[in-house]
């Protein structure tokens, strides 16, 4: 699989725009009692969902690298991988989500959004097609079971 912009490159770039928005835009600030602790459970979530993935992949002995899927050699489909199939994603849409509540601007929704939709289309489509190729019936009935992201 050839991909052009690795996933976590994507995140920042979308972090970025998210501050942008956040800084040039003169419309959309909120402000909520709770947030900072919002804030804060989001972040936690996303570091044990995403800890706890890499370390699945770890304990199986198999690539978390999503540049070379080839070199998958088990399919983790325990723990955390029986709720999310793309769980580390999860966790990056889950540090975008409180960087938009940071940041505090209500239109940073739209581009968690389009994180999602980026993902969706250039990264984990892809990614299911290499893994079918790989696994292919059991990785078929997996994708049937769990949801792509939660």
Do not use: H
Request: net charge positive; hydrophobic share 55%; aromatic share 20%.
């Amino acid at each position: 699989m050839k991909l052009k912009i690795p996933p976590v490159l994507v995140f920042v770039i979308f972090g970025g725009l998210m501050f942008l928005l956040a800084e040039f835009l003169p419309f959309g600030y909120f402000d909520f009692f709770g947030r900072r602790y919002l804030i804060l459970a989001l972040l936690f979530l996303a570091i044990v969902i995403s800890c706890y993935a890499l370390i699945q992949f770890y304990l199986a002995k198999t690539t978390s690298n999503p540049k070379d899927l080839s070199r998958a050699s088990f399919l983790v489909t325990n723990g955390i991988y029986k709720y999310s199939r793309n769980p580390m994603y999860l966790g990056l849409l889950l540090l975008l989500l409180a960087w938009g509540l940071y940041l505090g601007n209500a239109f940073n929704v739209l581009l968690a959004a389009g994180f999602v939709s980026y993902m969706n289309t250039f990264q984990i489509k892809p990614e299911e097609v290499a893994l079918t190729s790989l696994f292919g019936k059991e990785y078929k009935q997996y994708c049937i079971l769990v949801r792509r992201w939660f």
